[in-house]
């Protein structure tokens, strides 16, 4: 099956930083790549996605990129806030699996 | 309008009892999901419905029953509650199966 891996587990940087969390995933069929924020107490949102077609999305200050030939994704937030501040997952869907497989994800913290 | 609801949102009980989850999605999805999240924050996938049917089930102590009583609705039942089984549960819907997933706001259970 599929299997994702994600790095930083944490990452901590100063406002207005940039933040990019990076994912691998094993299964080159995969054709699906979203990202989900989880802020505390609640459940995992949908923040942006990519398909396999494109190399490249961007949605105001983030941006989603993926390489399918090395088997890598990642999510690029800019001019970072402290309401930025959640765990952020990665996940990949692969046509012979009916879900999706997450990354352990990232705890994202930027300080004012 | 929540798209994605459980109830209760906190359940506290003894170990040994039976309890049960609720999850509703007014979204018109066919596929509905529940994870489990530990301590850890890892998100692991309990089950998966597609229309009404089970597709997956992954490897989960046979005291969890899932129970689809119509495509809107995916309940979790526990019995013989254990330690080990504290962690927040997450129900989910996406229109077709590997496709975004929309997350419910989480139950937290703690076995004491």
């Known amino acids: 099956g599929e299997n994702v891996e994600q790095h930083p587990s944490t990452l901590s940087v100063q406002e207005g930083d940039s933040a990019v969390i990076k994912c691998t995933y094993s299964?080159?069929?995969?054709?699906?790549f979203p990202w989900y924020k989880q802020e505390l107490g609640k459940g995992p949102q949908l923040i942006i996605d990519?398909?396999?077609?494109?190399g490249e999305k961007k949605d105001q200050r983030i941006a989603v990129t993926l390489n399918k030939t090395a088997k890598h994704f990642s999510l690029h937030i800019t001019e970072t806030q402290p309401e930025d501040s959640a765990v952020y997952f990665c996940?990949?869907?692969?046509?012979?699996?009916?879900?999706?497989?997450f990354g352990k994800g990232t705890m994202l913290l930027v300080s004012p | 309008d929540t798209a994605v609801s459980q109830t209760p949102k906190y359940l506290v009980t003894q170990m040994g009892n039976d309890k049960s989850i609720k999850c509703e999605q007014n979204?018109?999805?066919?596929?509905m999901y529940w994870y489990k999240q530990d301590s850890k924050k890892f998100l692991k996938i309990m089950f998966s419905?597609?229309?009404?049917?089970?597709?997956i089930n992954e490897t989960v102590p046979n005291r969890f029953s899932p129970k689809s009583p119509d495509k809107a609705h995916l309940n979790l039942h526990i019995n013989s509650l254990e330690l080990g089984d504290s962690a927040v549960y997450f129900c989910?819907?996406?229109?077709?199966?590997?496709?975004?997933?929309?997350f419910g706001p989480g139950t937290r259970l703690t076995v004491t």
């Open positions: 419905y597609n229309n009404k049917e089970l597709i």
């Open positions: 299964d080159s069929a995969s054709n699906y």
């Open positions: 990519i398909r396999s077609n494109v």
């Open positions: 996940a990949a869907s692969s046509p012979g699996y009916s879900t999706l497989t």
């Open positions: 989910a819907s996406s229109a077709m199966t590997g496709g975004e997933q929309y």
């Open positions: 979204l018109g999805h066919d596929t």
